[in-house]
């Protein structure tokens, strides 16, 4: 059964700190990997979305890695800013196109000013 | 464009009452799924419908839970009788069939069992 686990599940950074948020799984069969944002009291934000044939997606100062044979993904942020502050939620298709996404528990980040 | 539209937004009632929730998902998905989210934890899969055939309803606790997808578009999911432990976020997603099915949510209806 394939398993999510998110470290650290809480990280307080300054602003303007480069940051790496990490998820690891069990299972390296996957299909694909997104990254979510979660906003308090709010759905959630697709942010990056990574084949398992890709090694990297970029979008801004977003930058996501994914390493099958590790088990692990990570999400780079960039010179990070107050409004990154948020839950970030990675989530992996097993099963082909036809899986469901399997979640971590998440990372709450928080960017002090 | 417009993104997945649930409501309510927020629902409180009393255990042992009925619950229903609705969901409008992007125009052109195909697929609509129905994820809990307890406090502190990813959401959890209950449903998920391929137009409007119900393909995986593993995890949808089907003695008090129901759904329907009418016309492969707009969907209800059910609560009843609702209990103490259903207290939780309720969140919408769709996506196209077809690679690379990249899932986007709605706000959710964040349910409170008194």
């Known amino acids: 059964k394939q398993e999510v686990t998110q470290i650290p599940a809480a990280l307080s950074v300054p602003e303007g700190e480069n940051l790496v948020l990490n998820c690891s799984f069990t299972?390296?069969?996957?299909?694909?990997l997104q990254w979510f944002r979660q906003d308090p009291g709010k759905g959630l934000t697709s942010l990056l979305l990574i084949q398992s044939s890709q090694r990297e997606q970029t979008s801004g100062r977003l930058n996501a890695s994914l390493d099958k044979s590790s088990g692990r993904s990570t999400l780079y942020i960039a010179a990070s800013q107050p409004g990154d502050s948020a839950t970030y939620l990675c989530?992996?298709?097993?099963?082909?196109?036809?899986?469901?996404?399997?979640f971590g528990k998440g990372t709450k980040l928080s960017v002090k000013p | 464009e417009a993104g997945v539209v649930q409501s309510p937004r927020y629902k409180i009632i009393e255990k042992k009452q009925p619950v229903a929730f609705w969901c409008n998902p992007i125009?052109?998905?195909?697929?609509l799924y129905w994820y809990r989210q307890n406090l502190g934890q990813g959401p959890e899969l209950l449903i998920r419908y391929e137009n409007e055939e119900a393909v995986d309803d593993s995890q949808l606790p089907k003695d008090r839970f129901s759904a329907e997808r009418l016309k492969g578009v707009d969907s209800t999911l059910k609560i009843q009788p609702a209990e103490l432990g259903d207290s939780a976020v309720y969140l919408c997603a769709s996506s196209f069939r077809d690679y690379p099915r990249e899932q986007y949510f709605g706000p959710g209806t964040r349910l409170t069992v008194t």
């Open positions: 989530a992996l298709r097993n099963g082909g196109s036809q899986g469901n996404l399997i």
């Open positions: 299972d390296s069969a996957i299909y694909n």
């Open positions: 125009s052109g998905h195909n697929t």
